[in-house]
Every structure is written in structure tokens, then in C-alpha cells.
């Protein structure tokens, strides 16, 4: 099946920071969406983004979807943007509905 | 309009016991998926309903079985529960079957197997 690789696993930042974070695929997707999972469990969506560039507040993100890859961006971190944030795509082929990655746990610290 | 609502949020069984989980989708979403979350396998894929008919099957064993109803609720099954199903299970919808569709996720249930 498809695989979804997400770097860095771990990344740890200062309130204020901005950060990238990537998502790799390894063949092509019908659609791909970034969330956000807080400490209960709530996985909210973030980006509905199969192609091209996206915007909402402090969040963007970048699809080059020739390239597999996109990247999540976030601006002057607040420490209500830590918890592990998942890229999850659509094949264009098999059985799955999303398949997700091994996510990026984002810590920022006031 | 109110969310995807799963219900219990939290459950204890004992091995061997069989579980059954509901799912409440978005008034008007007709597509409802449900995935495991665990610390070592990660978010997975179990199953896809729509129209009351199972669309899609993740790589789980018959274990693991689900339904939906006309109104489009949606509840799954474990029976004969391993240790290993402890998990918390996400339960999400979106309008239709489209790839276009945006998948909008519920609270989860959180499984405790002992």
C-alpha cells in the first residue's frame, strides 16, 4: 500500500517560533488532509489540501502533489498549537479511505 | 450543525467479551469510517460504510465488524477482545463518497482491554 512518512517525529519550540513540518507519499493521492490531534484524542481538521497552497490565520500549507510531498506551516507558535499533527491521504488505488502517518509530536514552550 | 458524536467515551472489558461502539455522523453526511489509533501501529483504517453497505475494508481480522442504518449511524463490533484491541477508536463522516470530501472526526471511544 501507500506509504505516508512525516518528519521530524518530534520537534520542540519556543512560544513565538515558526515551523515547517513535511509529509512525503509514495505514489499518487485523490486527497490529502492535515490534522491536528489534541491531548484527548480530537483529531480537527486543518487542511483539505490535494494540490496547491492554503491559508487560514497562522497555518499554511503546500501541496506539490508531481513531487509527493507537502508541507504544513506554522507561524508564531502558541502553546496551544502543541500535539501531534497527521498527514493523512487518499490513494488513487486499494481499499483504504485515509491512510495516515506516524504524525510530528509539537511541543511549544512558553 | 453539531459534530460526529461517538458514544461511550471510555469502556473497560475483559478478554474474551465482545464491544460494540455507535457513531452519530454530521446531520446529512451519508459516508461514516471508522480507524484504530494505538501507540504502536499508529491510525488505521478498519472500515467504510455508506448507504447502510460496508465500501471499503481495512486489513483487520472478521473480529472486527461494523454496520450502518438508515439514518446513517453507524456502529462497530469486536468480539472475542485480545489485549492487543485496546485502542482508541475514531469514528468519521463526510457528505458523500467522493475523494473530494472532507473527513470530519468524532471524539473517539477509548477501549481498555485487561
Known amino acids: 500500500g501507500i506509504q505516508v512518512e512525516q518528519s521530524p517525529p518530534d520537534l520542540i519550540l519556543q512560544e513565538g517560533a515558526n515551523s515547517t513540518l513535511r509529509c512525503n507519499f509514495s505514489d499518487s493521492v485523490n486527497n490529502l488532509q492535515w490534522f491536528h490531534q489534541n491531548p484527548w484524542g480530537q483529531l480537527i481538521n486543518l487542511f483539505y489540501i490535494p494540490s496547491g497552497t492554503k491559508q487560514n490565520g497562522r497555518l499554511s500549507a503546500t501541496t506539490v502533489a508531481t513531487e509527493r510531498y507537502s508541507l504544513l506551516y506554522i507561524s508564531s507558535s502558541q502553546t496551544t498549537d502543541s500535539g501531534v499533527y497527521f498527514c493523512?491521504?487518499?490513494?488513487?488505488?486499494?481499499?483504504?479511505?485515509?491512510?495516515f502517518g506516524t504524525g510530528t509530536r509539537l511541543t511549544i514552550i512558553p | 450543525k453539531a459534530g460526529v458524536t461517538q458514544t461511550p467515551r471510555y469502556l473497560i472489558k475483559t478478554r474474551g467479551q465482545q464491544v460494540t461502539l455507535s457513531c452519530s455522523p454530521i446531520?446529512?453526511?451519508?459516508?461514516v469510517s471508522w480507524y484504530q489509533q494505538t501507540p504502536g501501529q499508529g491510525l488505521q483504517f478498519l472500515f467504510e460504510?455508506?448507504?447502510?453497505?460496508?465500501?471499503n475494508k481495512g486489513n483487520f481480522p472478521g473480529r472486527f465488524s461494523g454496520r450502518q442504518f438508515s439514518n446513517s449511524r453507524s456502529e462497530m463490533n469486536v468480539s472475542t477482545l485480545e489485549l492487543g484491541d485496546s485502542a482508541l477508536y475514531l469514528c468519521?463522516?463526510?457528505?458523500?463518497?467522493?475523494?473530494?470530501?472532507?473527513?470530519?472526526f468524532g471524539p473517539g471511544t477509548r477501549l481498555t482491554v485487561l
Open positions: 468519521a463522516s463526510s457528505p458523500d463518497r467522493a475523494s473530494t470530501d472532507t473527513q470530519y
Open positions: 460504510y455508506f448507504s447502510e453497505t460496508q465500501r
Open positions: 446531520s446529512g453526511h451519508r459516508s
Open positions: 493523512a491521504v487518499e490513494p488513487g488505488f486499494g481499499n483504504e479511505k485515509l491512510t
